[in-house]
């Protein structure tokens, strides 16, 4: 067996000087920092990304293995440093993982098969003196865990699947066990070591600090020389210059656990990591190395949360100057007198005989009809006020929808936008703002009618003969035509009221257009709800900066 082995591995280039010149008997974390990390979790646990814009899928993804990372390694590891320091028995599908394990355990405690590939659970094996420490901890509640009295004091070996698993799942699994361990042992083939994979996993781990030694496995006597200078360059190449190299000669077909003098040097290796004190370095080592990764990913997630922000400014934007164009063309058709086109003319030419309204003016131009013609008139003009009615219903609900479309029309254009849109049944949506036009128009009506009332507890003669003549549903009728632009209408109101009949005309139809914009105006309610969440504030990344400036104080 050949070993190949040096100083410290060297400082992950996520590291700065500051961290690197430090010696592993620095100052340790302390309590302020689990208190600093423990408040950094919850942070990036409420993080929301409510906008479907660019990146987002990553920053959820980011903020999950955040929020993993510091649940399963960092949390548990500042909380209690006298755990054991975790070795990741990590590698592609039959580098021979398992059997190394076995064999330096000396006890067949992982499934091993020369039928690849193995579906295997993940299983961590601890020494017996360790169980109580290692008890209720993470890593024991989410795999199989095994003790055995050939694993030094201080260390938990830990078998993880492949990292090349057919089953997504395996490769979940091993990437997460991956990242919340302390130290790694590779194992590889002279076949399988130049795998792109596994040198982007070891990159990461060298990124978070994690102490990293390789096995070459079944290694070939004959290519060993070739092989193993092949396999220095590669991890000179990726900046490991000082990783530990150890060779585990081809031992041919066999099943069962190596001699015990091929896994030797690994197990020499292993003790030395062992025990409290020194586990206990490598776990400090392994700490700093996982806090000064921290800032970089801290520092992607506030600018995440600030592309919300910006997206959700942006919409707002958009959709605010969306809605005032249909609010001034509805405002516009209103006040033109376009209502009254079609049904409410045909109404009125069909009840100008009936209710006798060429008849209603006297010579001296007084209103002319006893009570009881003002009640028949008024009954004959109601028709009058249902086709005003359904008239102005439209036109508000088409304003409503015009506003609706515009509006999506905006939204989906505006990056995110589209995020607002999702889950709204249009058909309900349509219903709902005729269901509100509707609405706006009784009332509109109603308020006319009391207006119309107030004109009859005036003293004014001519106002008296003139509700005698019409009754206030016939008053009612005339003013409500008129305001949508009647002008037959109109025209008599003037002569029936003179100067108040005038006047009060334009102001109900400013009123009908006033419920109009109002209608328009309501349909940016839901987006300026949407838009007003914590997650789209203008602070909602303040959280993070200060966890971030606290642990730039910290660490």
């Known amino acids: 067996m050949t070993t190949t082995s040096g100083a410290e591995p060297q400082q992950s280039s996520a590291r700065s000087g500051r961290h690197a010149s430090r010696g592993d008997d620095a100052l340790e974390p302390h309590s302020t920092v689990f208190d600093v990390v423990t408040d950094l979790r919850r942070e990036v646990a409420a993080l929301d990304f409510p906008l479907e814009i660019d990146g987002v899928d990553d920053a959820r993804a980011q903020q999950s293995r955040l929020v993993s990372q510091l649940d399963d390694h960092l949390l548990p590891r500042l909380k209690e440093l006298s755990t054991p320091a975790v070795v990741v028995i990590a590698g592609s599908t039959g580098a021979g993982k398992s059997t190394l394990l076995n064999s330096l355990l000396r006890e067949e405690i992982s499934e091993a098969s020369v039928i690849r590939p193995t579906t295997r659970e993940p299983v961590v094996v601890f020494n017996p003196a360790d169980a109580e420490i290692v008890a209720g901890t993470p890593l024991v509640q989410t795999v199989r865990s095994v003790t055995n009295a050939n694993v030094p004091r201080g260390i938990a070996l830990l078998d993880a699947p492949d990292l090349d698993s057919v089953l997504e799942e395996n490769r979940e699994t091993a990437a997460r066990l991956l990242e919340g361990a302390d130290l790694w042992l590779f194992v590889t083939t002279a076949a399988r070591y130049g795998d792109a994979l596994p040198w982007k996993a070891l990159e990461g781990a060298m990124q978070r600090g994690a102490t990293v030694a390789m096995v070459l496995n079944r290694a070939p006597h004959a290519s060993l020389k070739t092989v193993r200078g092949d396999l220095l360059n590669r991890l000179r190449e990726h900046h490991m210059d000082n990783t530990p190299l150890f060779v585990v000669p081809d031992a041919g077909p066999h099943e069962g656990l190596l001699p015990a003098t091929e896994v030797a040097a690994i197990e ?288």
Request: charged share 25%; hydrophobic share 45%; no cysteine.
């Open 268 to 555: 020499r290796w292993l003790r030395t990591l062992g025990g409290a004190d020194r586990a206990r370095t490598v776990i400090l080592r392994t700490l700093r190395g996982a806090l000064a990764a921290l800032p970089p990913w801290i520092e992607q997630l506030s600018e995440h949360v600030e592309n919300q922000f910006r997206a959700g400014e942006q919409i707002h934007e958009v959709a605010e100057a969306a809605l005032p164009p249909v609010a001034k063309d509805v405002r516009q058709a209103i006040e033109s007198g376009k209502l009254a086109q079609g049904a409410v003319e045909s109404q009125w030419s069909q009840l100008l005989r009936p209710a006798r309204l060429d008849k209603a003016i006297s010579r001296a131009g007084l209103a002319r009809g006893s009570a009881r013609r003002g009640r028949s008139r008024g009954a004959s003009l109601l028709e009058l006020v249902e086709a005003v009615r359904r008239a102005a219903t439209a036109t508000l609900t088409a304003a409503a929808d015009d506003a609706d479309a515009a509006l999506r029309g905006a939204l989906e254009q505006a990056p995110g936008g589209a995020s607002l849109l999702t889950g709204i049944d249009e058909a309900s949506a349509r219903a709902s703002r005729e269901g509100s036009a509707r609405a706006a128009v009784d009332f509109w009506i109603a308020q006319t009618t009391d207006r119309v009332g107030a004109i009859e507890a005036t003293e004014s003669k001519q106002n008296a003969a003139a509700v005698r003549a019409f009754g206030r549903d016939g008053l009612t009728a005339l003013v409500l035509a008129s305001a949508v632009g009647l002008a037959p209408a109109e025209e008599l109101l003037g002569r029936l009221l003179g100067n108040a009949g005038r006047d009060l005309s334009p102001e109900v139809t400013s009123e009908l257009a006033d419920s109009a914009a109002t209608l328009v105006d309501r349909e940016i309610l839901p987006t300026r709800r949407a838009l007003l969440v914590p997650a789209l504030a203008d602070d909602a990344a303040v959280g993070l900066r200060v966890r971030l400036a606290e642990l730039a104080q910290l660490t």
